[in-house]
């Protein structure tokens, strides 16, 4: 029965429109195949490599990362060079001026964690976004110079580099500085992105960023960025000192100047990537490798695994009434922990292995009621004993060998803080809005926090970055992460639900509609094109607050299949795209 209605389902995601019958009878044909989001190839198509695999946000990007792959090179160094490539044809999210995180899983199943994440600069302080009064100055967090943390990104794929590369960095380097001297043809929705943001970038930089704002953008125009392509011959040059110290780091520090800015050429010397312990958990006959603190996204989605992992979800059906309440009471559990124990390990305790106990964790959802919703004001964090537009980018790899790597790394919101470093040509990130700024004050995702991620002086605000790495009886199975602030957790949460309960292809997980619950506010966010009818209403019923908003992440994975071939997902919400052989 479950096959078959596996069978029915993966063949009604992938074809649309009713195609088949047979066998279907117990599913809405119609109803389902109206609900794939974005019916377009990309949406629906199946690829499938042999050898190779890199998904990015942007196919130029990709290609870049699959040649290195194609000249000998090794996933790390093809995560590298993708990186640099993303910062010039993807400048809302890639960058060189904030940060991320990557997992990666050798084919030796080794497996290791990059928290190339940024920090608060040495002059920030714990009220630096509220008044007099105590109150928070508005936008201070998230538009100019007081919004960037000290970034990230370069020392994380130097370090990334020095421990895992097998091709010299400038050849890592070089793609991304041609990309930009002979410039990139802008998509539609990148060419919107930079007609968005003109005036904010006016407003906000030092200096009219001439290459962004050259003209008014529109789809299939070349973006030349000489500037950019000069900081990128510095770093390839001088490596992490072509960045953090000397030209580079003058222009930062100058920019930071003249806008109110606190960073200062000693953050940026002193900025240092962090190699880290993966947290491992499990799901079912599953291994998941994630990330640990200073994001709450691998221990947040450990937790999720494991609460539902007992549950009949499979039986119950995808996005049924039941599944969906299930999930939301979990959620609603998870992103309350978050709120009060997740904050830079490195400042505050978290408590990791408590928030993981599995008995802690079945205790916690053992309340669930089938029928009855559990109000968010009644849930607290779960511990006894008190412990003190978007846009981010993620790109998934697979190598020759089998070696993995996930990255998701990010400016924060679109475009960052909107500064653009004068004559680097660069965004700075407003990563700063991470931080809880003040206890109980939601950021620009609506999450709360207090005193485990409260402002520091070079602490790392913390994030809910997910790039994870699955392994199927010891070998590798899934890489998988996405984009979307607050929601990043629970896309990666369903995107492995839906492969691992559902049978989904991998193109299927990520193409389908989402939703969202993070604790306050006390609201399911769904996709435009929602829940079906039934689930719907009956969750109206139930007395849950449902509301449409944006598209929900933009997951960029690849499955490993049993016969060893790769399988593309690449998100369809995006201008996402494979490239493999
Ligand atoms: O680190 C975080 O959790 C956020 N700064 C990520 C931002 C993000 O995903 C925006 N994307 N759509």
């Given at each position: 029965m479950i096959k078959t209605y596996h069978f029915c389902l993966r063949t009604l995601f992938l074809y649309g429109i009713v195609i088949l019958s047979v066998g279907?009878?117990?599913?809405n044909q119609k109803k389902e195949s109206d609900r794939?989001?974005?019916?377009?190839d990309r949406a629906i198509q199946e690829i499938v490599a042999e050898n190779a695999m890199v998904v990015s946000a942007h196919p130029i990007a990709s290609e870049i990362g699959l040649q290195i792959i194609k000249n000998g090179g090794n996933a790390i160094d093809a995560a590298i060079a993708t990186h640099f490539a993303l910062a010039v044809a993807y400048p809302s999210a890639g960058n060189l001026g904030g940060g991320g995180f990557m997992v990666l899983r050798l084919q030796n199943g080794k497996t290791d964690a990059l928290d190339f994440r940024e920090v608060a600069p040495?002059?920030?302080?714990?009220?630096?976004?509220?008044?007099?009064?105590?109150e928070v100055k508005e936008g201070k967090s998230l538009?100019?110079?007081?919004?960037?943390?000290?970034?990230?990104s370069v020392d994380g794929m130097i370090k990334a580099h020095e421990r895992y590369?097998?091709?010299?960095?400038p050849k890592l380097i070089q793609p991304a500085i041609d990309l930009a001297k002979k410039g990139v043809l802008l998509t539609k929705k990148e060419a919107e992105k930079l007609n968005k943001h003109r005036e904010n970038f006016i407003k906000y930089?030092?200096?009219?960023?001439k290459d962004f704002i050259r003209k008014k953008w529109k789809a299939g125009d070349t973006l030349f960025q000489a500037d950019l392509a000069h900081t990128l011959e510095q770093i390839k040059e001088r490596g992490r000192a072509g960045f953090y110290e000397g030209e580079i780091a003058a222009k930062i520090v100058d920019e930071m100047n003249q806008g109110g800015g606190l960073i200062s050429f000693e953050d940026l010397k002193n900025y240092q990537a962090q190699w880290r312990k993966p947290l491992i958990g499990s799901y079912k006959n599953h291994k998941v490798i994630t990330m640990p603190p200073p994001s709450s996204g691998g221990l947040a989605l450990l937790q999720m695994l494991k609460m539902i992992e007992d549950f009949p979800v499979q039986q119950w059906g995808w996005q049924n009434k039941k599944t969906v309440h299930l999930m939301v009471e979990i959620e609603k559990r998870v992103y309350a922990d978050r709120a009060k124990y997740l904050g830079d390990p490195d400042f505050f305790d978290v408590p990791v292995n408590q928030l993981l106990d599995e008995i802690y964790l079945i205790d916690r959802i053992?309340?669930?009621?089938?029928?009855?919703i559990t109000a968010s004001a009644t849930i607290?964090?779960?511990?006894?004993a008190p412990v003190e537009s978007e846009e981010t980018t993620h790109f998934s790899i697979v190598d020759t060998q089998g070696n993995a790597v996930a990255i998701t790394t990010t400016?924060?919101?679109?475009?960052?803080?909107?500064?653009v470093v004068n004559g680097a040509g660069f965004l700075l990130n407003n990563?700063?809005?991470?931080?809880?700024?003040?206890?109980?004050h939601p950021n620009s995702y609506g999450l709360i926090g207090g005193k485990a991620n409260a402002i520091e002086p070079q602490k790392r605000m913390l994030s809910s970055m997910t790039p994870t790495i699955l392994e199927k009886n010891g070998e590798l199975f899934m890489v998988v992460g996405t984009p979307g602030g607050s929601t990043i957790i629970t896309s990666v949460f369903q995107t492995i639900l839906n492969v691992v309960?559902?049978?989904?292809?991998m193109q299927q997980a990520v193409s389908l509609p989402r939703f969202h619950h993070q604790?306050?506010?006390?609201t399911i966010y769904t996709e435009?094109?929602?829940?079906?009818k039934k689930t719907h209403n009956h969750l109206l019923k139930m007395g849950y607050i449902i509301k449409k908003r944006s598209p929900i992440g933009k997951v960029d994975a690849i499955l490993r299949r049993e016969d060893g071939k790769l399988e593309a997902g690449a998100d369809p919400r995006g201008d996402d795209a494979a490239a493999f052989y």
């Amino acid at each position: 029965m479950i096959k078959t209605y596996h069978f029915c389902l993966r063949t009604l995601f992938l074809y649309g429109i009713v195609i088949l019958s047979v066998g279907c009878s117990t599913v809405n044909q119609k109803k389902e195949s109206d609900r794939i989001i974005d019916v377009d190839d990309r949406a629906i198509q199946e690829i499938v490599a042999e050898n190779a695999m890199v998904v990015s946000a942007h196919p130029i990007a990709s290609e870049i990362g699959l040649q290195i792959i194609k000249n000998g090179g090794n996933a790390i160094d093809a995560a590298i060079a993708t990186h640099f490539a993303l910062a010039v044809a993807y400048p809302s999210a890639g960058n060189l001026g904030g940060g991320g995180f990557m997992v990666l899983r050798l084919q030796n199943g080794k497996t290791d964690a990059l928290d190339f994440r940024e920090v608060a600069p040495k002059a920030a302080d714990r009220d630096m976004y509220l008044d007099k009064n105590g109150e928070v100055k508005e936008g201070k967090s998230l538009y100019g110079h007081l919004a960037a943390g000290v970034p990230g990104s370069v020392d994380g794929m130097i370090k990334a580099h020095e421990r895992y590369g097998s091709i010299p960095l400038p050849k890592l380097i070089q793609p991304a500085i041609d990309l930009a001297k002979k410039g990139v043809l802008l998509t539609k929705k990148e060419a919107e992105k930079l007609n968005k943001h003109r005036e904010n970038f006016i407003k906000y930089s030092s200096s009219p960023p001439k290459d962004f704002i050259r003209k008014k953008w529109k789809a299939g125009d070349t973006l030349f960025q000489a500037d950019l392509a000069h900081t990128l011959e510095q770093i390839k040059e001088r490596g992490r000192a072509g960045f953090y110290e000397g030209e580079i780091a003058a222009k930062i520090v100058d920019e930071m100047n003249q806008g109110g800015g606190l960073i200062s050429f000693e953050d940026l010397k002193n900025y240092q990537a962090q190699w880290r312990k993966p947290l491992i958990g499990s799901y079912k006959n599953h291994k998941v490798i994630t990330m640990p603190p200073p994001s709450s996204g691998g221990l947040a989605l450990l937790q999720m695994l494991k609460m539902i992992e007992d549950f009949p979800v499979q039986q119950w059906g995808w996005q049924n009434k039941k599944t969906v309440h299930l999930m939301v009471e979990i959620e609603k559990r998870v992103y309350a922990d978050r709120a009060k124990y997740l904050g830079d390990p490195d400042f505050f305790d978290v408590p990791v292995n408590q928030l993981l106990d599995e008995i802690y964790l079945i205790d916690r959802i053992a309340g669930f009621d089938k029928n009855k919703i559990t109000a968010s004001a009644t849930i607290g964090a779960g511990l006894e004993a008190p412990v003190e537009s978007e846009e981010t980018t993620h790109f998934s790899i697979v190598d020759t060998q089998g070696n993995a790597v996930a990255i998701t790394t990010t400016l924060n919101r679109e475009m960052g803080s909107k500064v653009v470093v004068n004559g680097a040509g660069f965004l700075l990130n407003n990563e700063m809005d991470d931080f809880s700024i003040k206890p109980g004050h939601p950021n620009s995702y609506g999450l709360i926090g207090g005193k485990a991620n409260a402002i520091e002086p070079q602490k790392r605000m913390l994030s809910s970055m997910t790039p994870t790495i699955l392994e199927k009886n010891g070998e590798l199975f899934m890489v998988v992460g996405t984009p979307g602030g607050s929601t990043i957790i629970t896309s990666v949460f369903q995107t492995i639900l839906n492969v691992v309960e559902y049978g989904q292809t991998m193109q299927q997980a990520v193409s389908l509609p989402r939703f969202h619950h993070q604790w306050l506010p006390d609201t399911i966010y769904t996709e435009q094109i929602g829940f079906d009818k039934k689930t719907h209403n009956h969750l109206l019923k139930m007395g849950y607050i449902i509301k449409k908003r944006s598209p929900i992440g933009k997951v960029d994975a690849i499955l490993r299949r049993e016969d060893g071939k790769l399988e593309a997902g690449a998100d369809p919400r995006g201008d996402d795209a494979a490239a493999f052989y």
